[in-house]
T-cell receptor, first 114, second 111 residues
Framework: KAGVTQTPRYLIKTRGQQVTLSCSPISGHRSVSWYQQTPGQGLQFLFEYFSETQRNKGNFPGRFSGRQFSNSRSEMNVSTLELGDSALYLC?????????????FGEGSRLTVL | DQQVKQNSPSLSVQEGRISILNCDYTNSMFDYFLWYKKYPAEGPTFLISISSIKDKNEDGRFTVFLNKSAKHLSLHIVPSQPGDSAVYFCAAQGGSEKLVFGKGTKLTVNP
């Protein structure tokens, strides 16, 4: 059974640009959550999507957005990149809503903003 | 407001000894707690969990203890092995709220 797949794994952008990250959940999983990991801040929740609808959102500015498609694949977008957006962005999937237990994480997309 | 706190950024133990990783939480609504392990360049992987109706859950070398009155949980690894060296995240959830993670503790097990 394939795990959670995130693309791209690494990318470098400059300030002011935008970026789109992709996540393919485990087959059959309907919930996708996104987290930002930075040194010293741990895993900070960005948002959760379930059945193509955003169900929960963390405390991030509107520059961070996402969506989920009918096949449960999800994308997140960050516009007008800032240096502080440099981080590892992790996607996690679960069979049902994320609060019911275990999340399965992808390997992450490491974004560097110059 | 940090609802899940891992106050030790790092921990170093000798192979074969016990590793104890601690986690405190502030939200009384949390009723399910999880530990995740993360190696460099990999995503976190689920390790062990505990429901608030229990005070202990054991899985092989890993045991999680929950003290609800103190809002404290701990992960015990016995015996510790060099392959256990990783960052360990404590996480908590309650009701329909999102999973909240601590900042992590980097465990180093020395041979």
């Amino acid at each position: 059974k394939a795990g959670v797949t995130q693309t791209p794994r690494y990318l470098i952008k400059t300030r002011g640009q935008q970026v789109t990250l992709s996540c393919s959940p485990i087959s059959g999983h309907r919930s996708v959550s996104w987290y930002q990991q930075t040194p010293g801040q741990g895993l900070q929740f960005l948002f959760e999507y379930f059945s193509e609808t955003q169900r929960n959102k963390g405390n991030f500015p509107g520059r961070f957005s996402g969506r989920q498609f009918s096949n449960s694949r999800s994308e997140m977008n960050v516009s007008t990149l800032e240096l502080g957006d440099s981080a590892l962005y992790l996607c996690a999937s679960s069979l049902v809503r994320s609060w019911t237990g275990e999340l399965f994480f992808g390997e992450g997309s490491r974004l560097t903003v110059l | 407001d940090q609802q899940v706190k891992q106050n030790s950024p790092s921990l170093s133990v000798q192979e074969g000894r016990i590793s104890i990783l601690n986690c405190d939480y502030t939200n009384s609504m949390f009723d399910y707690f999880l530990w995740y392990k993360k190696y460099p360049a990999e995503g976190p992987t689920f390790l062990i969990s505990i429901s608030s109706i229990k005070d202990k859950n054991e899985d092989g070398r890993f045991t999680v203890f929950l003290n609800k009155s103190a809002k404290h949980l701990s992960l015990h690894i016995v015996p510790s092995q060099p392959g256990d060296s990783a960052v360990y995240f404590c996480a908590a959830q309650g009701g329909s709220e999102k999973l909240v993670f601590g900042k992590g503790t980097k465990l180093t097990v020395n041979p």
